[in-house]
């Protein structure tokens, strides 16, 4: 029993020695973990620096802009879409269009056929005729009502005839006319049973909603043409920041389905009535939009600017996030050989154009020189 208590005592000993450096090398681990940078100094050779590219620079003043965020659409005004539809149904007979073609004003986008179309030429041919006659019948009881030989009575029968005529004569041309069917052809005796589509503004197809055979009535959207020559943006701004919103002010906006790059427009209209959502729409023209392959419907981020500031920044590059705060590298001595800089934590203000405004700058000495390329590499390593 001796014997085994001789054995088993050190070897308790050993592992609870063990235990508490393995605790105390966590505890250190942990601490050493979660510590602020603090004033780290970071030494490095003028060969160093150069090679790897590196400057120092002073704190710069900026203009820093204060902007209303946005969200919105690249749109076109009302005169710029158009939906084609038939004035009288029809069944579709012939179209070749495909979305995203070009189109002209006055082109055929495509025809319809309905065999009411012959009535209503029919219709229009007889009238004619008839119209002839009553104009003459009409013109002879004028001249005899004058002379008193013919009766009041028998002169406004064929007026009223006449008029009646002539009304209903006006009216079938002009639905000829809405049908695209040219009267003149209609009156050397060509019927047509088709009806042709004609394209109410230059644009592109944008939707295509039938295909040959099908029926449609005058409350079918057949196809819709939009012309990208007038974009704007419509964007909406919560109520809270309307009353910051001018005309003329600047827009920056990006399209971030599509690219990283920033665009430009200008206030052009605000609206004066509040969405559901508490949202005010705003109208903005875009500058520079031949260069730029914009479409309706897509969405945008944008930016109104609606004042600017001044501040002491540096190089948004310049900066190093560390526990979530960011931090710069001062250079507190030079020589011919190296280099000498210290961790210095800053607040950070707002970042405009690759630099950021630095909120204090009574931490850094005056003239302060700091490294603004190749700093994040280097705290890095």
Not at 142 to 148: A, F, G, R, S, T
Not at 231 to 253: A, N, P, Y
Not at 267 to 275: Q, S, T
């Amino acid at each position: 029993m001796n014997r085994i208590l001789y054995y088993f005592i050190p070897l308790i000993l050993l592992i609870g020695i063990t235990s508490c450096k393995n605790a105390e090398t966590n505890a250190i681990s942990e601490s050493q973990k979660n510590a602020e940078p603090g004033d780290t100094i970071i030494e490095l050779s003028k060969e160093q620096f150069e090679q790897n590219g590196m400057s120092v620079s002073s704190l710069e003043e900026k203009v820093f802009p204060e902007m209303v965020q946005a969200n919105g659409l690249i749109d076109v005004p009302p005169a710029n879409r158009a939906v084609v539809s038939a004035p009288l149904g029809g069944y579709i007979k012939n179209t070749h269009l495909l979305i995203g073609d070009r189109v002209r004003k006055g082109q055929t986008l495509g025809t319809i056929e309905n065999p009411d179309f012959v009535s209503l030429q029919q219709e229009y041919l007889e009238i004619k005729e008839q119209l002839t006659y009553l104009k003459s019948e009409y013109e002879r009881q004028q001249i005899l009502i004058k002379e008193n030989i013919s009766s009041q009575k028998s002169f406004l029968r064929a007026e009223s005839d006449y008029k009646k005529a002539e009304a209903t004569y006006n009216g079938l041309r002009k639905q000829l006319d809405l049908l695209n069917i040219s009267p003149k052809d209609v009156e050397k005796g060509i019927i047509s049973t088709t009806s042709a589509l004609i394209a109410p503004i230059s644009g592109s197809i944008t939707q295509v909603n039938v295909s040959l055979g099908t029926y449609v009535s005058p409350a079918t959207p057949i196809i819709e043409i939009v012309d990208n020559e007038h974009i704007h943006l419509e964007i909406s701004v919560f109520e809270k920041d309307i009353m910051k919103i001018q005309k003329g002010q600047e827009i920056l906006f990006k399209i971030p389905e599509a690219s990283e790059e920033t665009y430009r427009a200008e206030v052009y209209l605000i609206g004066n009535a509040i969405e559901e959502n508490r949202t005010i729409r705003v109208h903005g023209h875009l500058k520079d939009i031949s260069k730029h392959n914009f479409l309706t419907g897509m969405f945008v981020s944008a930016s109104i600017i609606t004042s600017d500031k001044g501040a002491m920044s540096i190089p948004t590059e310049a900066l190093v996030s560390l526990n979530d705060s960011s931090y710069l590298l001062l250079l507190e001595t030079e020589n011919d050989t190296m280099y000498r800089f210290k961790l210095v934590k800053v607040e950070t203000g707002d970042a405009y154009n690759g630099y950021t405004a630095i909120k204090s700058t009574d931490q850094l000495p005056e003239n302060a020189r700091i490294l603004t390329k190749g700093a994040f590499s280097l705290v890095g390593e």
